[in-house]
Structure formats: structure tokens, C-alpha cells
């Protein structure tokens, strides 16, 4: 809903910012890493958005960077992890760092982060691990993660629909296997009837 929010940098603390644009002073909730690198407050600042809507409660995710982005929305697709779970982590690590911890299965490193415990450590890897691991950096240039393919598409595509990461992973792999050259669309119609 919300792609990109350009204007003046009113306040900045290590966990929340506020920035004006259009006559509005908007209320940010910010991880660490993008706190590091805002300017003095007073200056024109553009950061990347996510609306999280939960019940009566909206709230507003700002971001340095789309890599940033890219990492908090995919934690939000874990069973289990809260935006403020998410933030928490992305404040506990950068994302390169994240992504390597991820990777690397590190559930020791992760259980560092207040509030994140051995389970829930534990089902990130999973959930994430497959998204990160051919590509180093784990991210492209745009954002996005970079594995990709039918299965990997259809895995998102379905997961954007609203089943967990496990669930759809576990449904597309079981009819990648039965159909070796489906595409994703063909992926996604099969998962989806169970």
C-alpha cells in the first residue's frame, strides 16, 4: 500500500523516527541499521515503507535501504514472527549478517536477540534458509529475494496468498516431484488443491 515515504526528518531515536511530508508528521518504527544512517534531524530523508495492520493497530516500518525491506518482510512470513520480533532481529543484525546467520543454520546467534527463542530461531532457519542459500548476499540489487525458478516462485506466490513457508514449500515440492517441468502457475493451481 505504502511504497516510499520523502520528506523532512523532525526526530530520530534508535527505535522510531518521524518524518514530514505533505503537511503530515508521520511516526516510523525503525530497526537499528537504518537509525545508524540517518541524517540530523532537519534533513530531507526518503526511507522505504511497510503498513503492518493487526486489528485497530497500524502501524508504520521505515528502512535505509530495500535490502533492509526485503529481510523484515521476509522474517514476517515466518510462523510465528511479529513485526516486532522482526525488527528486533533486523536491529540485533544487518541483514547481510542476518542473511548469513540464516544460511549457515546459526540458531545460537539468532537466540541472542531479545525475545527470540530456540523454536522460533529454529523455524526461521527453515523457513528461510532455502531463500538465501545460492546467492551469498541473499538479496538482489531491488530487493528481492534472488532464488528463483518455478518451485521458488510458486513457494512465494502461495505464500503471499497467506499459507506458511513450510506448508507451501511442502505442498509445491511434492507436485514439482510428480511434474518435473511445471511452471510455476501449473505449481500453484496443484498446491492449492492440496
Do not use: C, N
Not at 20 to 44: D, F, K, M, Q, V
Not at 122 to 151: C, N
Amino acid at each position: 500500500m505504502y511504497e516510499a515515504i520523502r520528506g523532512t526528518l523532525l526526530r530520530r531515536e534508535p527505535a522510531a523516527a518521524v518524518v514530514e511530508a505533505g503537511g503530515l508528521a508521520y511516526l516510523l518504527h525503525i530497526p537499528l541499521s537504518t537509525y545508524e544512517t540517518l541524517p540530523e534531524a532537519g534533513s530531507e530523508v526518503t526511507l522505504r515503507l511497510h503498513l503492518a495492520v493487526r486489528d485497530d493497530d497500524w502501524r508504520l516500518f521505515g528502512f535505509g535501504s530495500d535490502g533492509e525491506r526485503a529481510v523484515f518482510r521476509a522474517l514476517l512470513r515466518v510462523s510465528g514472527v511479529g513485526p516486532v520480533m522482526a525488527l528486533s532481529l533486523l536491529s540485533g543484525f544487518r541483514p547481510k549478517e542476518f542473511r548469513a546467520a540464516v544460511a549457515g543454520g546459526d540458531v545460537r546467534a539468532l537466540t541472542r536477540v531479545k525475545g527470540v527463542g530456540k523454536k522460533t530461531a529454529e523455524r526461521i532457519v527453515v523457513e528461510l534458509r532455502d531463500v538465501w542459500k545460492d546467492d551469498a548476499s541473499g538479496v538482489s540489487p531491488e530487493g528481492a529475494p534472488t532464488a528463483s525458478g518455478p518451485v521458488e516462485d510458486a513457494i512465494r506466490a502461495l505464500q503471499s496468498l497467506g499459507l506458511d513457508g513450510a506448508e507451501a514449500r511442502k505442498r509445491v515440492v511434492k507436485h514439482a516431484a510428480d511434474d518435473a517441468g511445471a511452471d510455476a502457475s501449473e505449481l500453484i493451481r496443484k498446491a492449492l488443491r492440496g
